[in-house]
């Protein structure tokens, strides 16, 4: 599906659709539940669960299973397994220093200690700099991920050197060098000034 046309003559470029773009650059590498998989299957339910145990840690997937439960339970391959009860059986358990999912859920999206949408806007200090790096063809979340962040950081007065990379995936996109390189080289510079 095209998206964008070019013009030899004037050297120009014009996005022609959005549909075709996304068809073309950001096929989708997660089912819907991305980050919290309702099988527990993704690498975050386990990052954010309890040692090798994986856990639900999404209110809003949550709160939108349980609203059409009755409706998904009448799908092929749903599974009980899937149902609100279970996320909130999750939600309940702690740690070994008695932290609860949620928290942890927190302390992993820095959107939390930005975002006045967040109980936790405010509450810590937050770097003066940061870097992001994203390639334009990843699809492990939607772009909007990044961009929402890098504004955020922006309007809470911090530092933000940000580029998308084109043809490049989800992590180390870097348009020359590694990304080790590159971050080591940034750091430098920042502390160098």
């Known amino acids: ?7 030899s003559s004037t050297n120009t470029a014009t996005i022609t659709g959005l549909e075709g773009f996304v068809t073309s650059q950001k096929a989708a590498t997660k ?29 809003l997937s949550r709160d939108v299973i349980a609203a059409n439960q009755d409706t998904y339970a009448a799908l092929t391959n749903w599974s009980d397994e899937y ?9 309940a358990q702690t740690d070994a220093l008695g932290v609860d999912v949620l928290t942890r859920e927190h302390m992993y999206n820095p959107m ?32 909007t991920v990044e961009v929402n962040l890098a504004l955020a950081l922006q309007a809470a007065g911090q530092s933000v050197d940000f580029a998308t990379i084109w043809g490049q995936g989800h992590t180390m996109a870097e348009l ?18």
């Open 31 to 59: 089912d819907v539940g991305a980050l919290d998989g309702v099988d527990r299957g993704q690498t975050e339910n386990t990052v954010l669960g309890v040692g090798e145990t994986a856990m639900h840690f999404s209110e």
């Open 1 to 7: 599906m095209e998206w964008v046309s070019y013009d």
């Open 83 to 91: 149902g609100s009860s279970e996320y909130d059986s999750d939600f």
């Open 176 to 193: 020359t060098g590694t990304g080790e390189e590159n971050f080591i080289a940034w750091v430098a510079e920042k502390a160098a000034s």
């Open 112 to 143: 939390y200690f930005l975002s006045s949408a967040y109980e936790g806007a405010g509450t810590s200090t937050v770097a003066p700099n940061w870097r992001i790096r994203t390639g334009i063809t990843q699809g492990d979340t939607a772009s």
